[in-house]
């Protein structure tokens, strides 16, 4: 949840400048967001992190240092994202990826469980869906 409060105040300000969010007010029944959030987390999250937290950092980790492995592993991630949301490549979104991909692969290594990544990752894309 640090790495979540690091990333707000930057996300927010650069996806605002950049015209890439515009805040609604989507507010469901408590059920039904608690139900969204485990939703992205075991079907959107769980699985990314899994790969570019579990497998990806961690394997460059061993072989080009921590700070590299996260740059590069944070690039692939928001790389991956070039599509979304856009029939063509989508500049702002994979900016946002990047740089979103960079705290997740902080909180992924703080304690080297997906579980933390993990945990961010699905709670900014709920944050997002709620009200961006």
Do not use: C
């Not at 072989?63 to 928001?78: E, K, P």
């Not at 989508?90 to 469980?113: D, K, P, Q, S």
């Amino acid at each position: 949840m640090r790495e979540l409060l690091f990333f707000t105040p930057l996300v927010l300000t650069l996806g605002l400048a950049l015209g890439f969010i515009h805040p609604h007010a989507n507010f469901p029944q408590v059920g039904m967001a608690v139900l969204r959030w485990v939703g992205i987390f075991f079907f959107t999250a769980l699985p990314e992190e899994l790969f570019f937290r579990g497998w990806v950092q961690n394997l460059l980790e061993r072989r080009v240092g921590r700070w590299t492995a996260l740059v590069i592993a944070s690039v692939l991630f928001g790389l991956s994202h070039f599509n979304k949301r856009s029939a063509h490549f989508n500049w702002r979104y994979v900016l946002l990826a990047t740089i979103a991909g960079i705290f997740y692969g902080r909180a992924w290594r703080e304690r080297r469980r997906v579980l933390a990544s993990t945990i961010t990752h699905a709670s900014v894309d709920w944050i997002w869906g709620l009200w961006f």
